[in-house]
């Protein structure tokens, strides 16, 4: 049933506890490649957003990827569980424009990004992002690189590169 609301390749799993909300209601809005298992939440807003996972992917349970720009995940990625991948503040700043965002989702029932700050995120082909991760807004995570358990990325991590603790600092290297 979840997959009327994606585009998804063969051997795609949806398992019992994946959850898709396509505000758009735009199969092409999320994209999933071949041998794609989701335990977690994809999500797009409303008025724009975009996913799109390559093949050979897993994202763990009570992950969330969630978009009002574009999240591009490439092939073989390993997403544990309990991750955030957010390309938006989702909120304003303003507690103006707040209040406003809050009618709009709680009263119109209409989840859309309006003028909310959003950028990309781009993931390369065999990264790994450990248990607790969130990544960022306008974060591009190099091929093979690891993101170590309960890091906050906020700036881009090299290819190869291992980074983990609060601010994601460097402590390692990962090897093809």
């Not at 994606?6 to 758009?24: D, E």
């Not at 996913?51 to 995940?73: L, M, T």
């Not at 909120?91 to 989702?105: K, Y």
């Not at 306008?138 to 291992?162: L, W």
């Amino acid at each position: 049933m979840l997959k009327r609301h994606v585009t998804a390749g063969a051997n795609v799993r949806l398992r019992q506890f994946c959850r898709i909300i396509n505000n758009q209601r735009d199969p092409a809005a999320i994209v999933l490649g071949n041998n794609v298992v989701v335990d977690g939440e994809l999500l797009v807003f409303a008025d724009r957003g975009k996913i799109v996972i390559g093949s050979d992917v897993f994202i763990g349970e009570g992950s969330r990827i969630w978009s009002g720009s574009e999240i591009s995940i490439g092939d073989r990625v390993l997403i544990s569980h309990g991750v955030n991948i957010l390309d938006s503040s989702f909120h304003d700043l303003s507690a103006h424009r707040r209040r406003l965002q809050f009618q709009r989702i709680f009263v119109d029932k209409v989840n859309e990004v309006g003028s909310i700050t959003t950028k990309a995120i781009r993931i390369d082909d065999d990264a790994w992002i450990g248990f607790g991760a969130s990544i960022l807004k306008g974060v591009h995570i190099g091929m093979g690189a690891v993101v170590a358990a309960g890091a906050m990325v906020t700036k881009d991590v090299a290819p190869f590169t291992v980074v983990g603790g609060p601010t994601a600092q460097v402590i390692g290297t990962s090897f093809e």
